[in-house]
């Protein structure tokens, strides 16, 4: 049985993924909105740095780090909406 190491593109979409919800989750439960719109842009722009590593590989890993970019977009409309 061989280990296969994990490509930092699968890395970076994958957290791309996680801090995406983790912002949309964090914007929600504070209901303040200037700190859910912090939240939210700071996992936009995090999120759009991963998608930069992830653009030329398999579509599974750019599609982890849209996921990730649409659910920090959520967690801006939800600041926003709290206002």
Known sequence: ???QPTS???IAGISSLIIG???LVLAYLIKEPKTALTI???G???SSISALY???TTTEDLQLSVAG???SLFACAVGYAFM
Do not use: F
Request: net charge positive; glycine share 4%; charged share 15%.
């Open 54 to 56: 992830t653009r030329r």
């Open 69 to 71: 970019i649409i659910y």
């Open 1 to 3: 049985m061989h280990h």
């Open 40 to 42: 939210g842009a700071i």
């Open 21 to 23: 919800i983790a912002a």
């Open 44 to 46: 936009l722009a995090v």
């Open 8 to 10: 930092l593109p699968k």
